[in-house]
């Protein structure tokens, strides 16, 4: 610790001249610390016995290393004029108003991880948050955003030769797994057919750092019964230069406490429990971004020189860092619409979603009816389906 004084505050209170101390220090050096002792040790280093002074003073508690000292000094230090000086359990420490180079540091690093990473703030800026709400839209079935790409980052690749590896390498793993290829290529062509994803027309322009591809992998769930397979993006993939990851925010954090939510879920006698179903993939992407979210795939499956196919996705990906983001604020945006017609229902629906499960609960059973219509109805408008 920086200007202790702790052998001049010794000097002066009679009850401690004569003790021997875990540290000393004249107040022109600096105390490092040497160890430091977890609560489960407490005891093992300190003895319980106790010096008080008699009046106002620090007081001494023994330990196997020495006695350390607590409390305020009420006595004035030549050395330090006018400052106030106090007792913490090992050292005597100055207090000042003065902030140190150490301090603006800190400040520094606290105001760059606000700035940058959780919310994106910047000074006359608007908040990642604030810049959704300007951007979402509405096309008539469903809700549109943007990407919440940050304002300075790199120049992004198109990373398409690191997919066309990983594609390759994909395909000889699973060639040994008919069944499992089969159900990935169901699963793309199904999302083909429902407009979730679209082929790419290769004679359109294309712009440097708007195009970017995501490499892809199967994720199998024994525990489930159905819909076992899912196909996972990769946005962290990166080979030479920044991955989409890097270059995006991850947004603020809207979801209540899974804590929070479960206690509400226990306080009635009817449990309410459902989900957003494929909620990701029923908010769409605006045109202009659907570049950076392109990914390779083969025209069939079964032949042994398939071709190539570019695909890009025209919804919001799971497995993008900033995708929990822009799902819960398009359920906020959405929600807002009904707060002045039914403000307790929007606070129940936000007190009770983490992500896009729900679980709330009622009294009785016709209050829950009545909330469940209310979901189905409500939600169904914007393309989401709650699944009760």
Same mark, same amino acid.
């Given at each position: 610790?920086?200007?202790?004084?702790?052998?001049?505050?010794?000097?002066?209170?009679?009850?401690?001249?004569?003790?021997?101390?875990?540290?000393?220090?004249?107040?022109? $050096? &600096?105390?490092?610390?040497?160890?430091?002792?977890?609560?489960?040790?407490? /005891?093992?280093?300190?003895?319980?016995?106790?010096?008080?002074?008699?009046?106002?003073?620090?007081?001494?508690?023994?330990?196997?290393?020495? +006695?350390?000292?607590?409390?305020?000094?009420?006595?004035?230090?030549?050395?330090?004029?006018?400052?106030?000086?106090?007792l913490t359990e090992t050292?005597?420490?100055?207090?000042?108003?003065?902030?140190?180079? &150490?301090?603006?540091?800190?400040?520094?690093?606290?105001?760059?991880? /606000?700035?940058?990473?959780?919310?994106?703030?910047?000074?006359?800026?608007?908040?990642?948050?604030?810049?959704?709400?300007?951007?979402?839209?509405?096309?008539?079935?469903?809700?549109?955003?943007?990407?919440?790409?940050?304002?300075?980052?790199?120049?992004?690749?198109?990373?398409?030769?690191?997919?066309?590896?990983?594609?390759?390498?994909?395909?000889?793993?699973?060639? %040994?797994?008919?069944?499992?290829?089969?159900?990935?290529?169901?699963?793309?062509?199904?999302?083909?057919?429902? %407009?979730?994803?679209?082929?790419?027309?290769?004679?359109?322009?294309?712009?440097?750092?708007?195009?970017?591809?995501?490499?892809?992998?199967?994720?199998?769930?024994?525990?489930?019964?159905?819909?076992?397979l899912r196909v996972v993006?990769?946005?962290?993939?990166?080979?030479?230069?920044?991955?989409? +990851?890097?270059?995006?925010?991850?947004?603020?954090?809207?979801?209540?406490?899974?804590?929070?939510?479960?206690?509400?879920?226990?306080?009635?006698?009817?449990?309410?429990?459902?989900?957003? &179903?494929?909620?990701?993939?029923?908010?769409?992407?605006?045109?202009?971004?659907?570049? +950076?979210?392109?990914?390779? /795939?083969?025209?069939?499956?079964?032949?042994?020189?398939?071709?190539?196919?570019?695909?890009?996705?025209?919804?919001?990906?799971?497995?993008?860092?900033?995708?929990?983001?822009?799902?819960?604020?398009?359920?906020?945006?959405?929600?807002?619409?009904?707060v002045d017609k039914d403000?307790?229902?929007? $606070? &129940?629906?936000?007190?009770?979603?983490?992500?896009?499960?729900?679980?709330?609960?009622?009294?009785?059973?016709?209050?829950?009816?009545?909330?469940?219509?209310?979901?189905?109805?409500?939600?169904?408008?914007?393309?989401?389906?709650?699944?009760?």
């Amino acid at each position: 610790m920086r200007q202790s004084v702790i052998e001049f505050t010794q000097a002066n209170y009679p009850h401690l001249q004569c003790l021997r101390l875990a540290d000393n220090s004249h107040g022109d $050096e &600096e105390l490092n610390i040497d160890i430091l002792i977890g609560a489960d040790f407490y /005891w093992h280093f300190v003895s319980g016995s106790v010096i008080r002074c008699p009046g106002s003073g620090p007081v001494a508690l023994s330990t196997r290393l020495g +006695y350390v000292l607590s409390g305020p000094v009420g006595i004035p230090v030549q050395e330090q004029g006018d400052s106030t000086v106090n007792l913490t359990e090992t050292h005597v420490l100055k207090i000042s108003n003065s902030v140190t180079e &150490e301090e603006n540091s800190l400040v520094r690093e606290v105001k760059h991880f /606000w700035d940058l990473e959780t919310l994106g703030i910047k000074h006359d800026e608007p908040t990642v948050y604030e810049k959704f709400i300007e951007d979402i839209t509405y096309n008539g079935e469903r809700y549109e955003v943007k990407l919440p790409f940050k304002e300075s980052h790199p120049i992004l690749p198109d990373n398409y030769h690191l997919s066309k590896t990983r594609l390759e390498s994909l395909l000889r793993r699973l060639k %040994s797994k008919p069944e499992v290829l089969k159900h990935y290529d169901e699963v793309i062509q199904e999302q083909l057919g429902k %407009s979730i994803i679209e082929a790419v027309n290769i004679e359109e322009q294309q712009v440097v750092g708007k195009i970017h591809y995501l490499p892809h992998r199967e994720v199998i769930r024994l525990d489930k019964d159905t819909n076992k397979l899912r196909v996972v993006y990769d946005a962290s993939a990166k080979r030479s230069g920044p991955s989409l +990851y890097d270059c995006l925010y991850s947004g603020p954090p809207l979801t209540p406490m899974i804590f929070d939510v479960m206690a509400r879920f226990r306080a009635h006698k009817v449990a309410l429990t459902a989900d957003v &179903e494929k909620a990701f993939l029923n908010v769409a992407i605006a045109p202009e971004h659907r570049d +950076y979210l392109r990914f390779l /795939w083969v025209d069939d499956i079964l032949t042994d020189n398939p071709q190539l196919v570019i695909m890009r996705f025209t919804r919001v990906v799971f497995g993008v860092n900033s995708s929990p983001f822009l799902l819960n604020g398009t359920i906020r945006h959405h929600l807002n619409s009904y707060v002045d017609k039914d403000p307790e229902f929007v $606070e &129940e629906v936000v007190r009770s979603l983490y992500v896009d499960d729900l679980a709330s609960s009622k009294p009785d059973g016709t209050s829950a009816h009545d909330f469940y219509c209310k979901m189905k109805t409500r939600f169904k408008a914007t393309g989401f389906n709650m699944r009760k």
